[in-house]
């Protein structure tokens, strides 16, 4: 997923023409789609390469149904930013938990895909504040957004979405399974030594192993990875720009 890109607009970042507007119509898409997540992958092992890694964001103003997204992109190895992007849109689908990806996708592809064009390649990883497989039709933001693009994904949440977890030890790189029933959905994982863990899920095109070392990598500072950080920033700027 490195390739270049051309000035033209990606058809990947492109948004499907018969996207829901009902709640009925999202449930549908989740699980009509959901069949086409890939778990596992090969991505750059974390600080090493020329690889590029892009955080995603989104905030709101609910008083003028405006949703503003935010696409940073980070050197892999230095986590310096190469390059960022912002989309401001109108809130075209409803707040219902467990749908949120149909509030948010079609501002983050337009972000996505004014961010590819800037960098002139696609990202090597995704990392979305939110949900990839740990979702209760295993189905969230990270997922979905890896299965319209094609590129890897990840969720680092910060908290479980209602499945449980042992606590994990107190060091940084601790972590347990987050289950719903007997199965792995994701782990909370510690990236900082005594401070609340994250909460992190396949997305597409990534192992479970692979996500978790991809957001120490990114949380060195932090308890946050700082893709989203710095993604969480720019969607708050852009959108008090659009308010003013």
Known sequence: MNGTMTSAVDPRYELPRDWPTTEAEAIAVQERTRASVVVGGEVPEPGTGTGV????????DDERDLVAAAAVALDARGLDVVAEATAVGRVTFPYVPGLLAFREIPAVLDA???LGRRLGRHPDLVVCDGYG???PRRFGLASHLGVLTGLPTIGVAKNPFGFRHADPGPRRGDWSSLLD????VGRALRTRDAVKPLFVSVGHRVTITDACAYT???ARDFRQPETTRRADALCRRALKAATL
């Not at 892009?54 to 905030?59: K, S, Y």
């Not at 029933?181 to 792995?184: A, I, L, N, S, T």
């Open 181 to 184: 029933g007997d199965e792995e």
């Open 216 to 218: 120490l990598h990114l």
């Open 112 to 114: 996505l895909g004014d």
């Open 53 to 60: 890694v892009v955080g995603v964001d989104v905030a709101y």
């Open 133 to 135: 497989l740990a979702h």
